[in-house]
């Protein structure tokens, strides 16, 4: 009986003390930079980014829900995402603009996908680079989770 307790006591120092859950890399600096046309201003093209894999593909917005403007100026504009990377991988999220004495400041929120953006999650700020080009960028962080 001792000797069925011992192995049973290495057994589990051994393979339980290795056992080491698995977990997310810790959140790094995520930048983004999208161009849209006055054509067609619900496909815009991704030009700049960290993850190189995004460089080249397009976020695609759909479900726009836009709150007038009241009595203040101030106006929100909310829409589901779809962003599409260069090599196909896509991965959901929502952005979500709000106007307040006339200048504009938004969030954004990436969901893991699948393929090279599965586990990938980012947030953050939504600014107005360029109006003229339709030229905005996204700051913030991302993490890959396992």
């Not at 080249?56 to 009241?70: K, R, S, V």
């Not at 090279?116 to 003229?132: E, I, P, Q, T």
Request: glycine share 10%.
């Amino acid at each position: 009986m001792k000797k069925l307790l011992f192995v049973t006591m290495i057994f589990v120092f051994v393979f339980g003390w290795g056992a080491v859950p698995a977990k997310a890399a810790p959140p790094q600096p995520f930048y983004l930079e999208k161009v849209c046309t006055m054509g067609n201003p619900t496909v815009c093209v991704i030009s700049d980014a960290t993850l190189v894999v995004l460089n080249g593909g397009t976020i695609t917005y759909f479900d726009h829900a836009f709150f007038f403007p009241n009595r203040g100026g101030n106006a929100h504009e909310a829409s589901t995402i779809l962003v599409t990377a260069s090599d196909g991988s896509t991965a959901n999220g929502h952005i979500s603009w709000v106007l307040i004495n006339g200048k504009f400041s938004g969030h954004y929120t990436i969901l893991p996908g699948n393929g090279s953006l599965a586990g990938f999650h980012a947030s953050g700020r939504v600014d107005v680079m360029n109006w003229d080009t339709l030229r905005f960028s996204f700051t913030g962080t991302y993490f890959v989770a396992p």
